[in-house]
């Protein structure tokens, strides 16, 4: 049972332009979501969080919406950067320092 | 501040024997996450610790064990190796936030394990 779903396996964006990465999520429990970037050998980066008393939080570039009724969210990053090329992990869970449920990932090809 | 440390980096089994795991929870933290990782998918809860105690734990068979020991540092334990438990385990380490936001789990590099 895939409690947290990413639909696109990639992306492929053009460096300066806004990425768009989407996730939901079925388990109506769950109460924190983030999303992690992760590079090849290396372990998942933290970026940013969102509770579900919010439906925006922003850091920067990244920015993630979270729709409760939709149970969806997404991270944009804006200007794209090629550095940002990684895999990006949507993540939920139930409480504020309990287990992670990942998405599958979706791999962010940003071109310069 | 050094992250979050894992040994070994790679690691080659052959099938039934055992394998321990190590990691090093970021300075100040008490909770240790460990996460498998197979290829093309996002990584799968296995245990969680705090303060030494079991305080989670994912789907995953008896053959998988952890502890966490009183300087927070953890080991993760798989016995009967089998092809499938092939994989990058990951340790996540966080603190509590005392209630002021979620307790961000960080993530070190992981082990390859591979199971031959």
């Known amino acids: 049972d895939q409690q947290v779903k990413q639909n696109s396996p990639s992306l492929s964006v053009q460096e300066g332009r806004i990425s768009i990465l989407n996730c939901d999520y079925t388990n109506s429990m769950f109460d924190y979501f983030l999303w992690y970037k992760k590079y090849p050998a290396e372990g998942p980066t933290f970026l940013i969080s969102i509770s579900s008393i919010k439906d925006k939080n922003e850091d920067g570039r990244f920015t993630v919406f979270l729709n409760k009724s939709a149970k969806h969210l997404s991270l944009h990053i804006v200007p794209s950067q090629p550095g940002d090329s990684a895999v990006y992990f949507c993540?939920?869970?139930?409480?504020?320092?309990?287990?992670?449920?990942f998405g599958q990932g979706t791999i962010l090809t940003v071109h310069p | 501040d050094a992250g979050v440390t894992q040994s070994p980096t790679h690691l080659i089994k052959t099938r039934g024997q055992q394998v321990t795991l190590r990691c090093s929870p970021i300075?100040?933290?008490?909770?240790v996450s460990w996460y498998q990782q197979v290829l093309g998918q996002g990584p799968q809860f296995i245990f969680q610790?705090?303060?030494?105690?079991?305080?989670g734990r994912g789907n995953f068979p008896d053959r998988f064990s952890a502890r966490q020991f009183p300087n927070y540092s953890s080991e993760l334990n798989v016995n009967a190796l089998l092809l499938g438990d092939s994989a990058l385990y990951l340790c996540?380490?966080?603190?509590?936030?005392?209630?002021?936001?979620?307790?961000?789990?960080?993530f070190g590099p992981g082990t390859r394990l591979t199971v031959l």
């Open positions: 996540a380490s966080s603190s509590p936030a005392g209630g002021l936001g979620t307790d961000t789990q960080y």
């Open positions: 610790y705090y303060e030494k105690e079991e305080r």
């Open positions: 300075s100040g933290h008490k909770s």
């Open positions: 993540a939920a869970s139930r409480t504020s320092y309990g287990k992670l449920t």
